[in-house]
């Protein structure tokens, strides 16, 4: 099904994806099996393995394939998210590929697509939300209160030409006043529309799924994309000195502020050095300290041993 499914895209998605993917996760080959039917989906999978490029992927080469005749319905694709942190999702999953994409199809001697993106949230100047109701993008992305104002204002002509939600995080309104709230939006939408858009949603592990499927599309049938997953645990328990008994005096106190003075010796100076290695060698770390004020002392001592580290010299 890997293989197959991939030959649904256009030639310059498919190069693109070939070009940075070694193959579809199985939650987005199954997600391409089921939207590319135009029927709605559910799309289960944990975080990290690419629902949400799944659904944008699919959505971008349509758009790519068949640009908008009538600049008034230019918008066909709506990604609600209840996040309002949207940049990073715009920018990972959606700008990015339509720039590969782009460059994909000027190697194979194809049209470069023209795809648009607008952002509207609480965040959204007044000029851009008037430049979208004059001039609608081809995807809009926003949250389920700003879809709701959307709705409620003259902006809503802009959206007649939407044929595809995706509502993203839907885990985290299914079963909330909010959620009560969006799904009545939805709704409200596809009564503005020629013909029902198709809706897809993205979830995190979430039960019962049934129920989450009924909230998304309304009770309508929807395809259920649920791959088995296994989660991978890898738990190290490391003591940063090679003996405990050796570290020092009878004082036996691991509290207290970091010292390197031999009078009082402590674990904490081997803890410390530690940490900042696995810093060093991480791109993220999270340390979890018993207080706030051992996390501000650590953090102090981190920074300190940093600068001994890069200038040679002590700090301050």
Known sequence: MTADVLERFSAATQAWFRGNFDAPTPAQAGAWESISTGRHALVVAPTGSGKTLAAFLWALDRLAAAPAEDPATRCRVLYISPLKALAVDVERNLRAPLVGIGHAAERLGLPRPDVTV???SG????????????????VLITTPESLFLLLTSSAREALRGVETVIVDEIHAVA???????????????DALLPQ????????????????????????????????????????????PVPDLAAIGDST?????????????????????????????????????ANSRRLAERLTARLNELWWERTTGEAPD
Do not use: C, M, N, Y
């Not at 079963?175 to 939408?189: F, I």
């Open 175 to 189: 079963g909330t006043k909010r959620g009560a709230h969006l799904a009545l939006s939805l709704e409200r939408l």
């Open 252 to 288: 036996g106190d691991l509290s207290g502020p970091a010292t390197s003075d031999p009078s009082r010796t402590s674990v904490w100076p081997h803890v410390e050095e530690r940490i900042l290695d696995l810093v060093v060698a991480h791109r993220s770390t999270l340390v979890f």
């Open 118 to 120: 607008a952002v509207r």
């Open 123 to 138: 965040d959204t100047p007044p000029e851009e939300r008037r430049a979208f109701a004059r001039t609608p993008a081809d």
């Open 196 to 239: 029902p858009a198709q809706r897809i949603g993205l979830s995190a592990t979430v039960r019962p799924v049934s129920e989450v499927g009924r909230f998304l599309t309304g009770g309508r049938p929807v395809d259920v994309v649920a791959p088995p997953s296994e989660k991978r645990w890898q738990l190290d328990v490391v003591v």
